[in-house]
C-alpha cells in the first residue's frame, strides 16, 4: 500500500481540487491530490471542451485567501454586461450593474486550472499523482483503489475529499456502498463550441460584454479570450427540428447559421468544421445526499452538486465551497468528523438555490433578455437601485458581485419584489382614488 494514512486526499485535480489542496496545505495539512488525467500543464486541451469560466466575486474571495487573485486576473477580461445579438438589427448592450463599473470575468478554464495545479504542487506538504483512475473505496477505512499505468495500487487517507466533478468516481463508490442517494437531472439539451478567430488582430467583437444570441428555444454565447479569440458555445435542444441532431451537410449548416445567427458566419471561418468534429456536451443538475459520510469521507463541488452554467456560477460555488469547509475547520478545531456535518448543513440550501436559480436562468437568457418587457424591467430595476442604494439589489447584483449567500440572495429578492409589488398597489390605488376625485368634481 502506498501513502501515508495521515495524508488528506483529495480526489480530482481540477478547479475545486487544486484550491482545496492549496487552503487544506496552508493548513499544515500533508495532502495526496490524485488525477485520472495526465498533467494538463504539459498536454493539449480536449477539443471542443473549454467552457469559458465567468470569474466573479465568490471565486475572486477565495483566490484572494490563497494570494492568486492577481495573477489569475492578469489574464482575465473584464464583462460589464451582455450584449444581445438579434436576428435582425444592431447589438443592443445591457449592464450588469446600475453603476456600469461592475464586470464578470471571461477566464479559461485550462490556464486556471494549471495556476491552481502550479500553486499547490509548489506548497511543502502536497504530493501530485496523475494517471490515477479510482476503481475502489472502502468508506469505512479511507482505502482507495486506483488503476494506473503501472498497473493497480492501493492507498490510504485519514479523510478522503471527492472534488471529481459532476461523474465523481467517490460519489459512485459511496452510491455503491448504499451511504448516498443520487439524482441527475438532465437538460433536453446540449452544447457544443465554436470559435470567432481574431479579424485583422483584433477581437472581431466587443470584448467588454458577454455576447448572446437568444433565439427562443436556444441560444449561443460567446466570450472573449486572450489572444483576441472568442470561444462560443451552442446551447440548443439535442432532439428535434433546430436541434444537434437536425444539422448533418455543411450546407444545412451553413443555411442555419444564415438564417438564425446571420452575424456569425462571416466571423467565424472555421465554423462548419467546428460544429462537425467538436462533440456536444450534456447538461444537467446533480443532487446527492449526504455530501459526507462519517466524518471520512466527503464531496465537494460539482461532485455533491453539480448545476447547469447558465449563470456562470458552477465554479464560484466550488471555490465558495473549499472558503467555507475551511471555515467550518477553524470552527471545529480541525475535527472532522465535526467539521463536515456542519459544512453539508451550511452549503446545501445555497446549492439548492444557486442549481434553481441557474435553470431560471437559462430560461431568461433564451427567452427573455432580447424582449422590449425585460429591457423595461430591467430599467426599472436600476432605476430602484438608484434609489435605494444598499435597500434595493437586483439578483444579479447580489449573485455575481457579493458573497451573500446564495439561499439568502433568493429570500432577499422575493422581500424585495413583494415590497416593490405593494408599493406599486398603493400607488395604483392612489392614483386611481385621485382619478375618482377629479371625476366626480367635474360631474
Given at each position: 500500500m502506498t501513502g501515508e494514512r495521515d495524508e488528506i486526499a483529495v480526489v480530482g485535480a481540477g478547479l475545486a481540487g487544486c484550491l482545496l489542496a492549496c487552503f487544506l496545505a496552508r493548513r499544515g495539512h500533508q495532502v495526496a491530490l490524485?488525477?485520472?488525467?495526465?498533467?494538463?500543464?504539459?498536454?493539449?486541451?480536449?477539443?471542443?471542451?473549454?467552457?469559458?469560466l465567468a470569474l466573479s466575486e465568490r471565486g475572486l474571495d477565495a483566490l484572494r485567501r490563497i494570494g492568486l487573485a492577481e495573477q489569475v486576473m492578469a489574464d482575465a477580461l473584464p464583462m460589464r454586461g451582455r450584449m444581445i445579438h438579434p436576428v435582425a438589427g444592431a447589438?443592443?448592450?445591457?449592464?450588469?450593474?446600475?453603476?456600469?463599473?461592475?464586470a464578470i470575468n471571461s477566464i479559461s478554464r485550462g490556464a486556471l486550472n494549471n495556476a491552481l495545479l502550479e500553486a499547490a504542487a509548489k506548497l511543502p506538504g502536497v504530493r501530485i499523482a496523475f494517471e490515477h483512475r479510482l476503481v475502489g473505496l472502502d468508506p469505512a477505512t479511507a482505502t482507495m483503489t486506483f488503476e494506473t499505468p503501472g498497473?493497480?495500487?492501493?492507498?490510504?487517507?485519514?479523510?478522503?475529499?471527492g472534488t471529481d466533478g459532476a461523474g465523481s468516481a467517490v460519489r459512485g463508490q459511496l452510491l455503491a456502498h448504499d451511504l448516498v442517494t443520487e439524482s441527475v437531472d438532465f437538460l433536453d439539451y446540449g452544447y457544443k463550441e465554436l470559435t470567432i478567430p481574431p479579424l485583422g488582430g483584433d477581437f472581431a467583437l466587443d470584448p467588454g460584454a458577454l455576447h448572446i444570441w437568444p433565439r427562443g428555444t436556444s441560444m449561443m454565447i460567446a466570450l472573449p479570450n486572450p489572444d483576441r479569440s472568442f470561444t462560443c458555445t451552442l446551447f440548443w435542444p439535442t432532439h428535434g427540428t433546430a436541434s444537434f441532431a437536425s444539422l448533418g451537410s455543411a450546407a444545412a449548416i451553413e443555411r442555419h447559421f444564415a438564417q438564425h445567427y446571420p452575424d456569425l458566419p462571416p466571423i467565424a471561418p472555421n465554423l462548419v468544421d467546428d460544429y462537425q468534429h467538436n462533440p456536444v456536451g450534456v447538461l444537467g443538475t446533480v443532487r446527492c445526499d449526504p455530501w459526507q459520510v462519517d466524518g471520512r469521507v466527503a464531496l465537494l463541488g460539482d461532485a455533491a452538486h453539480a448545476i447547469v452554467?447558465?449563470?456562470?456560477?458552477?465554479?464560484?460555488?466550488?471555490?465558495?465551497?473549499?472558503?467555507?469547509?475551511?471555515?467550518?475547520?477553524?470552527?471545529?478545531?480541525?475535527?472532522?468528523?465535526?467539521?463536515?456535518?456542519?459544512?453539508?448543513?451550511?452549503?446545501?440550501?445555497?446549492?439548492?438555490?444557486?442549481?434553481r436559480m441557474a435553470l431560471a436562468n437559462f430560461v431568461e437568457m433564451r427567452?427573455?433578455?432580447?424582449?422590449?418587457?425585460?429591457?423595461?424591467?430591467?430599467?426599472?430595476?436600476?432605476?430602484?437601485?438608484?434609489?435605494?442604494?444598499?435597500?434595493?439589489?437586483?439578483?444579479?447584483?447580489?449573485?455575481?458581485?457579493?458573497?451573500?449567500?446564495?439561499?439568502?440572495?433568493?429570500?432577499?429578492?422575493?422581500?424585495?419584489?413583494?415590497?416593490?409589488?405593494?408599493?406599486?398597489?398603493?400607488?395604483?390605488?392612489?392614483?386611481?382614488?385621485?382619478?375618482a376625485l377629479g371625476l366626480r368634481r367635474r360631474g
Open positions: 490524485y488525477e485520472r488525467r495526465p498533467d494538463p500543464r504539459s498536454g493539449t486541451p480536449e477539443r471542443g471542451r473549454s467552457i469559458n447589438p443592443g448592450f445591457q449592464s450588469y450593474s446600475v453603476s456600469g463599473d461592475r498497473g493497480t495500487v492501493t492507498a490510504g487517507a485519514r479523510v478522503v475529499l452554467p447558465f449563470y456562470g456560477q458552477g465554479a464560484n460555488c466550488a471555490f465558495e465551497d473549499v472558503v467555507e469547509l475551511d471555515r467550518c475547520l477553524d470552527e471545529c478545531a480541525g475535527d472532522w468528523s465535526a467539521a463536515l456535518p456542519l459544512f453539508q448543513r451550511r452549503r446545501q440550501d445555497n446549492a439548492e438555490a444557486i442549481a427567452d427573455k433578455v432580447g424582449s422590449p418587457v425585460f429591457r423595461t424591467r430591467k430599467r426599472v430595476e436600476h432605476a430602484l437601485e438608484r434609489a435605494l442604494p444598499g435597500r434595493y439589489v437586483s439578483q444579479y447584483e447580489l449573485v455575481s458581485f457579493s458573497t451573500v449567500p446564495y439561499a439568502q440572495v433568493r429570500r432577499r429578492v422575493r422581500q424585495q419584489y413583494q415590497v416593490v409589488g405593494l408599493a406599486a398597489a398603493g400607488l395604483a390605488a392612489v392614483v386611481g382614488a385621485a382619478v
